[in-house]
């Protein structure tokens, strides 16, 4: 059983940085690609990023794209996401999810979410 738990979220001013965490509580969690999403109240859920189950091909959505950097640590069952260079458009609530088999920007591809961390960009 795969149990995310997200951490790190806060209240950052522009330009800041944040890392958010995504701990499993599961024995299995390098089985699983794993994928970070965000959701602003009224609008769908966003693709963030994603990274594979050994953590060597990541993919990112263009507006995050060479400031948000995902990774992780089997050994630790524990997905990262550093985000640098924060927007006020980046505000939002951020979702850890994982799924079996290859990533994807798809949300609804993924069976496990955790449940979501707030971060939020002063101008």
């Known amino acids: 059983q795969v149990q995310l738990v997200e951490s790190g979220g806060g209240s950052v001013l522009a330009g800041g940085s944040l890392r958010l965490s995504c701990v499993d509580s599961g024995s299995t969690f390098s089985t699983y690609a794993v994928g970070w999403f965000r959701q602003v109240p009224g609008k769908e859920r966003e693709f963030v990023a994603t990274i594979t189950r050994s953590g060597v091909i990541t993919d990112y959505v263009d507006s995050v794209r060479g400031r948000f950097t995902i990774s992780r640590d089997n050994a630790k069952s524990t997905v990262y996401l550093q985000m640098n260079s924060l927007k006020p458009e980046d505000m939002a609530v951020y979702y850890c999810?994982?799924?079996?088999?290859?990533?994807?920007?798809?949300?609804?591809?993924?069976?496990?979410w955790g449940q979501g961390t707030q971060v939020t960009v002063f101008s």
């Open positions: 999810a994982a799924r079996v088999g290859i990533p994807s920007r798809n949300s609804w591809e993924f069976a496990y």
